[in-house]
């Protein structure tokens, strides 16, 4: 099976682009993604769905795109969405993480996105820049990763800013939450969740942390916790949340 199943006139289905993507252009991309992700995040987009949950996929930390084209998948093509990325300006990658150049992350867009990139913005940023969120626009990311600076001032900051610009019902999803070697994602994270904020964890696995609106808290808690996914529960600051 080639990629022009993914490029026909009229896009492939779904369930049929991520079995192509995890085929044959996942492992051809630099990054660190389980092959699982790509379970739990069309679960996630299918509880969505069902709940009438829109919007566009925002990605803070791309890299060259591994796991951003995996969420743009699960978006409309109608709907914006967002790439955040230092890209060449490295020289404020203060905690020295891994960028990668925008040119590598546009050959993988047009390459193997399921819409060739044609409703993705890419945006040359820190992602500490207060101009972000009137750039986005607040409500408007249905699905969210945290994959930028690891400090635990960024996570703190990037997490305010999660906050703001996903819908009611989006998710937020944090990377390198049990990485030993970036300690300042978990530290970072309790920080922010010390503040009694309106965006809560309610599953972890495969070294990620996920988080919705608290209202919502029990909506996301519930499906996963009955999924096939679901190895335990565990608490965290006063909440269970879901072992995968």
């Known amino acids: 099976m080639g990629l022009s199943l993914v490029f026909n006139e009229a896009p492939a289905p779904l ?25 739990v995040c069309a679960f996630i987009d299918e509880l969505q769905r069902s709940k009438k949950v829109s919007g566009g996929a925002c990605e803070i930390g791309i890299n060259q795109g ?6 743009n998948a699960l978006v409309d093509e109608t709907k ?43 945006i040359t940023a820190d992602s500490t820049d207060p101009a972000l969120r009137s750039c986005i626009g607040g409500g408007r990311i249905k699905m969210l990763s945290v994959d930028g600076g690891h400090t635990a001032e960024h996570i703190v900051s990037d997490l305010s800013l999660a906050n703001q610009l996903i819908t009611n019902g989006g998710a937020v999803i944090v990377n390198d939450v049990m990485h ?18 309106t965006l809560v964890p309610f599953a972890i696995g495969f070294n990620r942390l996920f988080m ?14 009955s999924s096939a996914m679901r190895k335990n529960t565990v608490p965290m600051l006063g909440r269970q949340i879901v072992v995968l």
């Open 15 to 39: 369930s049929e682009f991520l079995d192509t993507y995890r085929t044959h252009g996942f492992h051809q991309i630099e990054g660190w993604c389980a092959d699982e992700m790509f379970k």
């Open 66 to 71: 591994k796991f951003f084209i995996l969420l």
């Open 80 to 122: 914006t969405s967002y790439a955040i990325d230092l890209f060449e300006n490295q020289e404020f990658n203060i905690d020295y993480g891994v960028g990668g150049p925008r040119e590598a992350f546009e050959k993988h867009l047009a390459k193997f996105d399921r819409h060739g990139g044609s409703n993705v913005k890419i």
């Open 180 to 197: 030993y070697h970036w300690i300042g994602v978990i530290e970072g994270i309790f920080k922010f969740l010390m503040q009694s904020p």
């Open 212 to 225: 919705c609106k608290l209202s919502w808290y029990p909506i996301y808690f519930n499906a996963f916790n």
